[in-house]
């Protein structure tokens, strides 16, 4: 049974609108068609706008200064406004008539492509209501998937145990956008799709899953006997102190390129290869996207009070990823079945 969680908010609502305004005020722009799936989910507190979970959006939002209205086909149109959507003006077209040819254009109408850092910025800072939906979503993720580590056995298959989890996170209305297993085998894989082969004694499980548009993201793990042995135990506690190098340098007005810095250099810090950061992604922002941006040396996002991220440091066989959110007191963590904590935490699995 999923957890109470806020539905649409008008303060919520409100906010979002003028953060478009000032965005429309500093491009001296009338309008901005919103289509991606991570702005649309935003500014409609999370409704299902898509049918296919790899499609593009099946609307688009138009917002201007003073109004804001949805476009939709005449064959999706009726669900959404009787399940989906929050208090917007719907305008419909036949289901043959591409969307885009009632949409407005030209001088004065942004699109997404004109002013990408300029949404993600927008979306960045979390209001209270989307808050409390992302931390039901990381409690209840979190919860699904580390019951199921704990019934684990070396014999299941890697696509066994990816197929008992997206049935637990479907059932809990969370959409498995991305599901991840690596049993002893095949630990080399930095993203390792679910095969036929064993766990084994040790695996790897990756989830990210969607609710309300929110995107969580955590990764956990599965050892046989329930006791980490050397030397993994010793090298998952240095993957975790290179975690901590980037959340502490994640604060308010720094940018992504400063945590990046300061958390690859932590590698080296930590005994590992000092490249080891370029053998995979380390992360970035979380929210309506799976990385809002993902980081590199080169991100020049500024972090904001209130702003989710996902970090995933990673080290031959080992790595470690939680979703938390900047709060005025620390680092809460989203990820945690008992509900997250101001507290500066890192978290690990298995």
Not at 66 to 74: I, N, P, Q
Request: charged share 25%; hydrophobic share 45%; aromatic share 6%.
């Amino acid at each position: 049974m999923s957890d109470a969680r806020p539905g649409p908010d008008e303060d919520d609502r409100r906010r979002k609108h003028a953060r478009l305004v000032e965005l429309l005020d500093a491009q001296a722009a009338r309008a901005i068609v919103l289509r991606s799936a991570a702005a649309v989910s935003w500014y409609l507190d999370g409704a299902r706008v898509h049918v296919s979970l790899a499609a593009d959006p099946i609307v688009a939002v138009v917002v201007s200064r003073d109004d804001a209205w949805l476009v939709a086909t005449s064959n999706e149109a009726e669900r959404l406004l009787a399940e989906e959507l929050p208090d917007i003006r719907v305008t419909t077209v036949p289901w043959h008539t591409p969307i885009d040819s009632v949409l407005p254009s030209g001088t004065g109408v942004l699109q997404e492509s004109d002013v990408p850092a300029g949404l993600r910025a927008a979306r960045a800072s979390l209001l209270p209501a989307e808050l409390e939906r992302f931390r039901a979503l990381g409690r209840e993720t979190t919860a699904e998937l580390e019951t199921l580590i704990g019934r684990l056995d070396p014999s299941w298959t890697e696509r066994a145990v990816a197929a008992d989890l997206a049935c637990r996170l479907v059932a809990a209305g969370i959409d498995p956008l991305v599901l991840l297993v690596a049993g002893t085998d095949r630990l080399a894989h930095r993203h390792p799709l679910p095969t036929d082969g064993l766990l084994g004694s040790r695996a790897m499980v990756v989830a990210c899953g969607r609710r309300d548009g929110l995107i969580v993201n955590l990764t956990r793990w599965f050892d046989d006997g329930g006791t980490a042995p050397e030397p993994f135990a010793t090298d998952m506690r240095r993957i975790r102190a290179v975690e901590r190098a980037y959340l502490d340098a994640t604060v308010p007005g720094a940018t992504l390129a400063d945590v990046f810095r300061a958390g690859t250099a932590a590698y080296a810090a930590q005994g590992f290869d000092p490249e080891e950061w370029t053998r995979h992604h380390q992360g970035g922002a979380a929210g309506y996207a799976g990385r809002d941006p993902r980081a590199t040396p080169d991100t020049t996002d500024v972090v904001q009070p209130w702003q989710a991220f996902a970090w995933n440091p990673t080290a031959p066989g080992v790595k470690v990823e939680d979703t938390v959110v900047v709060t005025p007191s620390g680092v809460e963590v989203l990820t945690d079945a008992a509900g997250g904590s101001a507290a500066h935490r890192s978290l690990v699995g298995g």
